[in-house]
């Protein structure tokens, strides 16, 4: 069903243009990644250029991955630190990532009407999850869309690192800073800082 997705014309023409330039990119909406069942919902920005827009696979093959995939593996959350190519075997374990956008936007950064199209498939991903879930946004846009695909006000969820949103059906939100390499080079975002959102959702999971 994402796969086929066209809705957005500006996101579908540009993916069209990097199929021309970059044949063997997968080039289409980056559909979620994990175990069906998982209690923990990672839910990003949107595919990088050439990560996840070229692999296929969520936060596979950018900076941004790197620190993901590690924590996830010492938390235990997948099997193995390092998320290669969509073939590679890795597996994530009662763990599932996606995106609060499917397909790559020009300059990584989507309109509002995209975030909106695309509400439609977090709301169901969302709705998939046990009561007890976690879900952990990376980033300030993800938030928004977690809490739009829940019908909740963002005034009374505002978006900081480490908070938490106690959400229906006795399911939570763990807000961290994006693991871009915008955010990881300033030090805006820390290891440490990452590891303490992981190893928090960890404990109550």
Do not use: W
Request: net charge neutral.
């Amino acid at each position: 069903m994402i796969q086929d997705c066209s809705v957005c014309p500006r996101l579908s023409g540009f993916l069209g243009q990097l199929q021309e330039r970059y044949p063997d990119y997968h080039n289409q909406p980056v559909a979620p990644f994990g175990a069906e069942d998982g209690r923990l919902l990672v839910v990003g920005l949107a595919p990088g250029m050439h990560g996840a827009n070229a692999s296929g696979r969520p936060f596979t093959g950018d900076h941004a991955g790197i620190l993901l995939y590690q924590t996830l593996y010492e938390y235990g959350f997948a099997s193995a630190a390092e998320s290669l190519s969509a073939d590679d075997g890795l597996e994530l374990i009662d763990c599932r990532i996606t995106n609060a956008v499917k397909c790559l936007p020009p300059q990584n950064k989507p309109i509002g009407s995209e975030v909106r199209n695309c509400n439609r498939y977090l709301r169901q991903e969302l709705g998939a999850l046990d009561q007890g879930s976690i879900i952990i946004a990376l980033g300030g846009l993800a938030h928004r869309a977690v809490i739009s695909a829940l019908d909740l006000k963002q005034v009374a969820h505002p978006f900081g690192h480490a908070g938490e949103h106690d959400l229906p059906q006795n399911r939570l939100l763990i807000d961290s800073y994006h693991c871009s390499r915008y955010n990881t080079q300033t030090r805006r975002l820390t290891e440490s800082m990452f590891k303490l959102v992981f190893s928090r959702a960890r404990d109550l999971l």
